[in-house]
T-cell receptor
Framework: DGGITQSPKYLFRKEGQNVTLSCEQN?????MYWYRQDPGQGLRLIYY???????QKGDIAEGYSVSREKKESFPLTVTSAQKNPTAFYLC????????????????FGPGTRLLVL | EDQVTQSPEALRLQEGESSSLNCSYT??????LFWYRQDPGKGPEFLFT???AGEEKEKERLKATLTKKESFLHITAPKPEDSATYLC?????????????FGTGTRLQVTL
C-alpha cells in the first residue's frame, strides 16, 4: 500500500536535547512538507522540499532543521533552540507544484506527538 | 496575508440531521481549496479539492461547494462515524506557492 509513515508515534525530549522525527513516503512524490499542529490553531508550515537536495523555510522554521537526501525521506530535527516544541508534527507529500498549474493535493502521515520532559 | 476562517467551531448533530460547515477565505489568487477530515490523534485525511467558483464534489454523505469567497461542506443524513474535525485549507498563487493555509477546523459530533 502506498502511503506516508512517521515515527515514532510519541517522542519525549529533555531540555537541551535535539530530537529527530522520521518521515518516509512511497507515493513517488517529489514534494514533502512538515507542519506543526497546536490546539486551537491551524496547521503551520515549518519546512518544505520540492526536490531532492533542496528545501525552503516555511512560516515557523526557527529552531528546526531538515535534510532531503533521498526522494522518499524528509527527516525533521527539533533542536534545543526550539523553546516550545510540544506539539503534534505532521509530514505531508504531494506531486511537485509547477508554475501556472492548479494546486496539488497534499497527503498527510499519521503524525508524531512530541512532549517535553 | 492569506486567511481561512471556519465556522462553527463545534457542531453537534443527531443522526440523520443534515447541516453545513462553512469555510471563508481570503487569498491572493486561489490555486486550490482543500477539505480534510481529522480524527483525534491522527493525521488529516484528504476529502476534496476545489479549484474554481461553481465547482462541486461529492463523496458518500459529503458534498463540497465553492464560491469566490467561501466553501461549504454539506453533510446529508450524517452517521456517528462522521464525527471528526473537518479542516479547510487554501493554496495561493503567490508567496510560498507550496504552502497550505489552514483554518482551525469544525469539530463535528453526531449522536444517535
Amino acid at each position: 500500500d502506498g502511503g506516508i509513515t512517521q515515527s515514532p508515534k510519541y517522542l519525549f525530549r529533555k531540555e537541551g536535547q535535539n530530537v529527530t522525527l522520521s518521515c518516509e513516503q512511497n507515493l513517488n512524490h517529489d514534494a514533502m512538507y512538515w507542519y506543526r499542529q497546536d490546539p486551537g490553531q491551524g496547521l503551520r508550515l515549518i519546512y518544505y522540499s520540492q526536490i531532492v537536495n533542496d528545501f525552503q523555510k516555511g512560516d515557523i522554521a526557527e529552531g528546526y532543521s531538515v535534510s532531503r537526501e533521498k526522494k522518499e525521506s524528509f527527516p525533521l530535527t527539533v533542536t534545543s533552540a526550539q523553546k516550545n516544541p510540544t506539539a503534534f508534527y505532521l509530514c505531508a507529500s504531494s506531486i511537485r507544484l509547477t508554475s501556472g498549474r492548479r494546486g496539488e493535493t497534499q497527503y498527510f502521515g499519521p503524525g508524531t506527538r512530541l512532549l517535553v520532559l | 496575508e492569506d486567511q481561512v476562517t471556519q465556522s462553527p467551531e463545534a457542531l453537534r448533530l443527531q443522526e440523520g440531521e443534515s447541516s453545513s460547515l462553512n469555510c471563508s477565505y481570503t487569498v491572493s489568487g486561489l490555486r486550490g481549496l482543500f477539505w480534510y477530515r481529522q480524527d483525534p490523534g491522527k493525521g488529516p485525511e484528504f476529502l476534496f479539492t476545489l479549484y474554481s467558483a461553481g465547482e462541486e464534489k461529492e463523496k458518500e454523505r459529503l458534498k463540497a461547494t465553492l464560491t469566490k469567497k467561501e466553501s461549504f461542506l454539506h453533510i446529508t443524513a450524517p452517521k456517528p462515524e462522521d464525527s471528526a474535525t473537518y479542516l479547510c485549507a487554501v493554496q495561493a498563487r503567490t508567496g510560498t506557492a507550496s504552502k497550505l493555509t489552514f483554518g482551525t477546523g469544525t469539530r463535528l459530533q453526531v449522536t444517535l
